[in-house]
């Protein structure tokens, strides 16, 4: 026997003893390599899986893949390969006679998750519809479309945020969906404030050096834990020149288990006052607590 002989024809000359020969010819047929070829396909959405498709030719039909670290079995070009996690992929391919093709490695890629966080704005008072819904998205694939109840928005970019206003108390779903349509649900609530508190003032107007106090009053209470009220001044008079107040500008505390909390006014002297001036307390409604009109302002006239 002859081997390792290339593929090609050969002359064989066979001679005895005595010098006898006799001639014959041989050829000596190599079937091609094994040649192999492959793609991936990526999943569109976090959790799904991808797959890996293996084309190949050559050799001797015949032939057997293998992915990864399985076993050889019978298959057929092109081999698809489904159920694909997240990560690198080995495809191996050999044909009838054991020869082997180049191997094949394609690396799966798995988005992330939608996510999303949410933030609910409550409404001012019962009945408004003053609430909002803010939106940021992050993971998937970016754009995004974001829908409450009919309307629709979109967020450009992840990390992105949008905001739904004027928005009633109660319950709603957020639906977001990717550029890949992976979506979810998310369910928020626009709370109602419950507690209501109302505004005065002990005395209409002050002469100079004179003192009164805003009052305000929780409509139903006393409550075991304190409320911080947040106001506003306005009217014609100046603080500062006009007139002062005590305690933190701009905010009242109601402490637990007490039904009021007070600010002192005072009139200032001031010799460029030359007619009455307004000075006007509002309640600004803000989470947890409300006030409606007429009990969220009170106005104190500075006497000239």
């Known amino acids: 026997m002859f081997s390792g002989l290339a593929g090609g024809s050969y002359t064989i000359t066979v001679k005895d003893a005595n010098g006898c020969a006799t001639t014959t010819g041989a050829t000596v047929t190599v079937p091609p390599a094994v040649t192999t070829s492959s793609t991936e396909k990526n999943p569109l959405c976090s959790g799904q899986l991808g797959s890996m498709t293996v084309t190949f030719s050559g ?8 992915l990864d670290n399985g076993s050889f079995t019978p298959c057929g070009s092109p ?12 495809v191996s391919v050999k044909d009838s006679q054991g020869c082997l093709g180049p191997n094949q490695t394609k690396t799966v890629t798995v988005p992330t998750a939608v996510n999303a966080s949410v933030m609910t704005t409550p409404v001012s008072s019962p009945g408004a519809t003053d609430g909002a819904i803010k939106i940021t998205v992050t993971g998937g694939t970016a754009p995004y479309t974001v829908k409450i109840g009919a309307v629709t928005k979109n967020i450009a970019t ?26 979810i ?15 005065c ?16 009053t929780l409509v139903k209470g006393p409550l ?6 947040s106001y506003a001044m306005s009217g014609t008079a100046i603080f500062g020149k006009d007139y002062s107040l005590s305690g933190i500008f701009g905010k009242i505390t109601i402490p637990a288990g ?40 009170a106005t104190v006239i500075i006497r000239h």
């Open 158 to 183: 992840s990390g992105g945020s949008t905001t739904f206003t004027g928005l009633a108390s109660g319950g709603y779903t957020v639906n977001i969906s990717d550029a890949n349509g992976c979506s």
């Open 79 to 90: 081999a698809t390969f489904n159920g694909l996690s997240a990560g690198s992929h080995t």
């Open 185 to 199: 649900g998310i369910a928020t609530e626009i709370g109602t404030p419950t507690v209501q508190v109302s505004l």
């Open 201 to 216: 003032s002990i005395l209409s107007s002050l002469g100079t050096g004179v003192s009164t106090v805003f009052k305000v």
């Open 224 to 229: 075991a834990t304190p409320v911080t009220v």
């Open 258 to 297: 007490q039904t009021s909390a007070t600010v002192t006014i005072t009139a200032l002297k001031n010799i460029t006052r030359t007619t009455d001036r307004t000075a006007t307390m509002t309640i600004i409604n803000g989470p947890g607590y409300f006030a409606t009109a007429p009990s969220n302002t």
């Open 59 to 66: 050799g001797t039909p015949g032939y057997q893949c293998k």
